[in-house]
Nanobody, 117 residues
Framework: QVQLVESGGGLVQPGGSLRLSCTNSADIFARYVMAWYRQAPGKQREKVAF???????DYADGMQRRFTISRDNAKKTVYLQMNNLQPEDTGVYYCNADSRYYRQNVWGQGTQVFVSS
């Protein structure tokens, strides 16, 4: 079973930045589309962005202005660079790996991001 390990969350002041990382244990990382989702307190989980195996990113509406998703296939890791964070960005950020080849969809355990002064 593929495992995803996230890191990089924490407490940051408004206007600050964080970079989240998610490492995939799969043998062939390139067969997974990697994505980041987030869930704010009391709200449903929403997609932030995904990146294809070739590195093509796609963002939910409004996310591209401050967030950048990228992947390093050699390190089997996907990143989410978050800039100019605001209190409304507070929530748990989840990594997701989806593979049509392996018919798998796997979630990480989540990493907490808290934006507050």
């Amino acid at each position: 079973q593929v495992q995803l390990v996230e890191s990089g969350g924490g407490l940051v002041q408004p206007g600050g930045s964080l970079r989240l990382s998610c490492t995939n244990s799969a043998d062939i990382f390139a067969r997974y589309v990697m994505a980041w989702y987030r869930q704010a307190p009391g709200k449903q989980r929403e997609k932030v962005a995904f990146v294809t195996a070739s590195g093509t990113p796609d963002y939910a509406d409004g996310m591209q202005r401050r967030f950048t998703i990228s992947r390093d296939n050699a390190k089997k890791t996907v990143y989410l660079q978050m800039n100019n964070l605001q209190p409304e960005d507070t929530g748990v950020y989840y990594c997701n790996a989806d593979s049509r080849y392996y018919r798998q969809n796997v979630w990480g355990q989540g990493t907490q991001v808290f934006v507050s002064s």
